[in-house]
């Protein structure tokens, strides 16, 4: 995350260890540490050459790997600034904030170095579908719940668009922490829960009227073929291209009521499903 003296993200120093439990580091240029299985990566905006050697004496983990690179190459080259939907601007903070249109509701989002900026075409197309359902299904949604939330801006687009209980959870503690962040930042913290949570031991609970899962194929074969991963309601899935989708179609259960398709122009796929009885018109 962004924390004083740093405004935005520039250069970035990272070291991949081959340990998880590390000492705390205090260092005013962290950005936050990764726990990935067995690994952790801590990433800076500077080099840390003699923390990191003094890190590795004193917990005996050794270095993987080490990289500096630009910001702009960690989003896969595409600059995060402001944008929007139908009805949101999404800013991130450091951009100035200007007057918002009559009708149009503001998202303050530090995306640090987690997925789910807005810029990757699948948190896009997750965003702008969420806003469909939300505002133009007549559908009633009052409970969501985002597996694999990142930096949670789908879970405070939820709040913002009026859903009432959301429910956030990630398995990656830095994702917790920038959600946390972020849903306290856009006064969301009333609506939106979030949770640090391995789906790879088991399932929480599922029961809400929509069920957001951005995730990669593995995950979400293992999670389609769970029966108890399904209940009555609404399943806007992503995170796959065309090549992925027979895999994940065959290990969609029989009691699939409809599914809409949406594309954009990277090839990325979501898929908007209902699973059971239909929800109560709005």
Not at 130 to 152: A, F, K, Q, R
Request: hydrophobic share 45%.
């Amino acid at each position: 995350m962004l924390r004083s003296p740093h405004t935005q993200y520039n250069r970035l120093f990272v070291y991949y260890l081959d340990r998880r439990d590390l000492p705390l580091v205090q260092n005013p240029d962290l950005i936050g540490t990764w726990i990935e299985d067995d690994t952790a990566i801590l990433f800076f905006h500077s080099e840390q050459e003699q923390l990191i050697e003094r890190l590795c004496h004193e917990s005996g983990a050794e270095i993987v790997y080490q990289a500096e690179l630009d910001y702009l190459d960690w989003e896969a080259g595409v600059a995060i600034t402001t944008f929007e939907t139908k009805t949101l601007r999404i800013t991130p903070v450091w951009e100035e904030q200007t007057a918002l249109p009559q009708g149009r509701q503001e998202i303050i989002l530090d995306p640090s170095v987690i997925f789910g900026s807005g810029f990757h075409a699948t948190t896009r197309l997750c965003l702008e579908t969420l806003e469909l359902v939300l505002l133009e299904s007549g559908m009633e949604i009052n409970s969501v719940l985002d597996l694999g939330t990142g930096t949670g801006l789908l879970a405070v687009a939820a709040a913002k668009l009026g859903v009432k209980r959301v429910t956030a959870l990630d398995n990656n503690p830095l994702a917790v922490e920038v959600a946390c962040a972020n849903v306290a930042r856009n006064n969301c913290a009333d609506r939106v829960d979030v949770q640090q949570y391995d789906l790879m031991q088991g399932l929480p609970d599922m029961d809400y009227d929509l069920v957001i899962s951005n995730l990669y194929k593995g995950l979400l074969i293992r999670l389609f073929e769970d029966r108890e991963f399904w209940h009555p309601g609404l399943y806007l899935i992503s995170g796959f291209i065309p090549g992925m989708e027979p895999d994940l179609l065959a290990a969609l259960p029989l009691k699939l009521i409809q599914m809409l398709h949406r594309a954009n122009g990277e090839q990325w796929r979501l898929w908007l499903l209902q699973y059971g009885r239909p929800l109560v018109s709005a």
